[in-house]
Nanobody
């Protein structure tokens, strides 16, 4: 079972950028698909982006498409979420998650088996 730990969060002004990282341990990473989710204050946990086990296929929610980029480096047991042109609506706790890889793109929290602890991203003037 992989263990996931996020890093790279913080506070930025609108229009700024952050890159979140997530390191995995405990099992070979290349058999898992990876998702990023976020939970804003008082809101549910929403899907942000996902990437297949090989890194060839990625998908994004409409709210972040064109601004965020998901990537992974299986050899380093790392996955990333590059966030550009941030807005206050992006303020949330961000989570990385993993699931056994398949040909199906999964965007629900229930589809993911393993989760990081979450990390705060705050976008404010």
């Amino acid at each position: 079972q992989p263990q996931l730990v996020e890093s790279g969060g913080g506070s930025v002004q609108p229009g700024g950028s952050l890159r979140l990282s997530c390191v995995a341990s405990g099992e070979t990473l290349d058999i898992y698909a990876i998702g990023w989710f976020r939970q804003a204050p008082g809101k549910g946990r929403d899907w942000v982006a996902c990437i297949g086990s090989s890194g060839r296929v990625d998908e994004y929610s409409d709210s972040v498409k064109g601004r965020f980029t998901i990537s992974r480096d299986n050899a380093k047991f790392m996955m990333y979420l590059q966030m550009n042109n941030l807005t206050p609506e992006d303020t949330a706790i961000y989570y990385c998650a993993a699931r056994p890889s398949s040909s199906v793109v999964e965007v629900t929290t229930a589809a993911y088996n393993y989760w990081g602890q979450g990390i705060q991203v705050t976008v404010s003037s």
